[in-house]
């Protein structure tokens, strides 16, 4: 992997965000022959160095896979470690121009230029591809007591609960990760459930898990239920039978994610009306209503953050660079 300095010079892309499908971009790019450089404000994919230290992807290793450089793990499901093993490799080993440790603040179009400013450089470039993610924003629970030191919208490892009691918020598969991982290390766990059930997105061989151990009463469920108010030694939770109020050292809210909507919309990007801001793309070319402003990856699902993943977003890397590589050789020509 390579750092590139912007000096003056005039790039044909500019890719934010250096998680797999900004690395895929970059591979892309470099195939073309693009002048590009991959600008992150972390490390090398940041939010998956930031995932559970032993989470295991729901996609099979070949699924993540980017330009079908084999992805080997020895398990059916690959882990955390061995993604971050992956995705170093195919940087390092292709070279790729990634500057890290670099937020991109703010794009300024000129005619059929952008100047990027960034906390280190500017830049010019004659096209941008957002991959940025949703992974830096936490949907909040908006509820008294949420910024107190206990509670937490990010789940690292189950030691620091180890005989505490633990209110883990949502049903989804980080949500039951963590439930079954700090009960097995000796947390006491109850979990506060919005819907009637554990999400059925949730892994398929974990969901019985977590099912049979809410049934046996080792973990405890609130379902149909929502935190109403945490205080330092307590947690208030509306049940359908009224407030239960329990004793309670932490709260981990896994709750979800979202994309950074005020950075998209400081571009100029539009997004849709019905709430869930699916921002306004060509499919066919994965460019916004800005010209030359490109989207890829899970950034493109707007607050429906399931919609898309690696495996299905993937395909974007190629889909932009082509399109940016005619335009290219458009003007050559
Ligand atoms: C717990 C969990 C498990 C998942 N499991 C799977 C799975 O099994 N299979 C699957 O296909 N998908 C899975 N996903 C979904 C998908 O893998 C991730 O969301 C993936 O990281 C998306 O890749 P991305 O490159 O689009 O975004 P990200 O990986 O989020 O990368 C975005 C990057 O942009 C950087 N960035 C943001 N803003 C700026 C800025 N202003 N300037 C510079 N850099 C910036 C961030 O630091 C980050 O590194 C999972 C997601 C989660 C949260």
């Known amino acids: 992997m390579s750092t590139l300095s912007s000096s003056e010079k005039i790039f044909d892309v500019l890719i934010i965000g250096a998680g797999p499908i900004g690395i895929a971009c970059a591979l892309e790019c470099k195939k073309r022959g693009l002048e590009y450089v991959v600008v992150e404000k972390g490390t090398l994919t940041n939010s998956l160095y930031n995932y559970p230290l032993n ?3 729901f996609s099979t290793s070949e699924k993540l896979e980017l330009d079908d450089i084999p992805f080997i793990s020895i398990n059916p499901k690959p882990t955390r470690n061995e993604a971050l093993e992956y995705y170093r490799r195919v940087a390092t080993s292709n070279k790729l121009y990634i500057n890290l440790y670099e937020s991109i603040l703010s794009v300024k ?3 059929n230029h952008f100047y990027i400013t960034s906390n280190k450089n500017t830049y010019t470039s004659n096209n941008i591809i957002v991959s940025t993610g949703f992974y ?6 908006n509820v008294p007591g949420e910024s107190l030191p206990k509670v937490m919208h990010y789940y690292k490892e189950a030691h620091p609960f180890v005989m505490q009691k633990v ?3 949502g049903a989804s ?7 079954l991982e700090i009960w097995r290390k000796g947390g006491d766990v109850t979990m506060v459930i919005r ?3 554990i999400g059925d997105r949730v892994k398929y061989w974990v969901k019985p898990d977590i099912e049979n151990r809410i049934k046996e009463g080792s973990i405890k469920a609130y379902f149909n239920s929502e935190i109403e108010k945490i205080t330092e030694p307590e947690v208030f939770i ?3 039978k009224g407030t239960e109020v329990l004793e309670n050292n932490f709260v981990i809210a896994l709750t979800g994610y979202k994309p950074d909507f005020n950075f998209l919309k400081s571009l100029g990007v539009k997004f849709s009306q019905d709430g869930n801001y699916f921002p306004i793309y060509n499919p066919e070319t994965m460019e ?3 010209g030359g402003i490109y989207l890829a990856g899970v950034i493109c699902g707007g607050l429906e953050t399931h919609k898309w993943f690696i495996e299905n977003s993937r395909i974007h890397s190629k889909i932009i660079a082509e399109n940016i590589s005619k335009k290219v050789n458009t003007l050559q020509n």
Do not use: Y
Request: charged share 25%; glycine share 4%; no cysteine.
């Open 55 to 57: 989470m295991t992807f």
């Open 109 to 111: 179009k000129v005619e």
């Open 136 to 141: 830096d924003i936490p949907k909040m629970l």
């Open 167 to 169: 209110v883990i918020v």
């Open 173 to 179: 598969n980080s949500s039951v990760d963590a439930a």
């Open 195 to 197: 819907g009637s059930e």
């Open 238 to 240: 509306k049940t359908p």
């Open 288 to 290: 916004t209503n800005v």
